[in-house]
């Protein structure tokens, strides 16, 4: 199985800031990379896909980037309802893998 | 709309068997797939199913215990789940599409213990 690492698994950062979560695959995924956010018991939600595609609605100071092994979720100019947690999601292969998530607090 | 049922507790080695019940789309055109989150932990991929069932994918840990299917004419998706184990305890949810998960449903909550 593909194993997704992300980091830092915690962030704490303040609203205007400039943030980077990264997440790397234990293997080659070429662009097969999902990024969801999830809020506070709330469900999850589609934001990048295909490791840099916005997905429709989602605000553009979500970014992704990366390709192969190595991936970025940038969000710039932090709002509040940015504090969430973040995963990727691999699907290169079965069984799709997700990172264990970084959560974004308020500094 | 996705609405997950079918959760509750169980001992475990016990079975459950989920629903997804789905409406305002056209289900038999979409892979479906259940993914899983223990409590206060991080998003598990579970199993997902082709739209007309004949290819199905399954995690490491639930193959040979789990089981997914649908039934399109009923606009569902099922998860059987046998031999249950403490670890299998999460919310269950159901969501649309082979990995850009976009619609999500609630989800249903598994709880295995004695």
């Known amino acids: 199985d593909i194993q997704m690492t992300q980091s830092p698994s915690s962030l704490s950062a303040s609203v205007g800031d400039r943030v980077t979560i990264t997440c790397r695959a234990s293997?080659?995924?070429?662009?097969?990379l999902n990024w969801f956010q999830q809020q506070a018991g709330k469900t999850p939600k589609l934001l990048i896909y295909?490791?840099?595609t916005l997905q429709s609605g989602v605000p553009s100071r979500f970014s992704g980037s990366g390709s192969g092994t190595d991936f970025t979720l940038t969000i710039n100019s932090l709002q509040p309802e940015d504090f969430a947690t973040y995963f990727c999601?691999?699907?290169?292969?079965?069984?799709?893998?997700f990172g264990q998530g970084t959560k974004l607090e308020i500094k | 709309q996705l609405v997950e049922s079918g959760g509750g507790l169980v001992q475990p080695g016990g079975s459950l068997r989920l629903s997804c019940a789905a409406s305002?789309?056209?289900?038999?055109?979409?892979?479906m797939t259940w993914v899983r989150q223990a409590p206060g932990k991080g998003l598990e991929w579970v199993a997902n199913?082709?739209?007309?069932?004949?290819?199905?994918y399954y995690m490491d840990s639930v193959k040979g215990r789990f089981t997914i299917s649908r039934d399109n004419a009923k606009n569902s998706q099922y998860l059987q789940m046998n031999s249950l184990r403490a670890e299998d305890t999460a919310l269950y949810y159901c969501?649309?599409?082979?990995?850009?998960?976009?619609?999500w449903g609630q989800g249903t909550l598994v709880t295995v213990s004695s």
């Open positions: 295909s490791a840099s």
């Open positions: 293997q080659n995924i070429n662009n097969f």
């Open positions: 199913i082709k739209e007309d069932g004949s290819e199905k």
């Open positions: 999601l691999q699907y290169y292969s079965v069984p799709y893998t």
């Open positions: 969501a649309i599409g082979m990995r850009n998960y976009v619609h």
């Open positions: 305002g789309f056209s289900f038999s055109s979409y892979w």
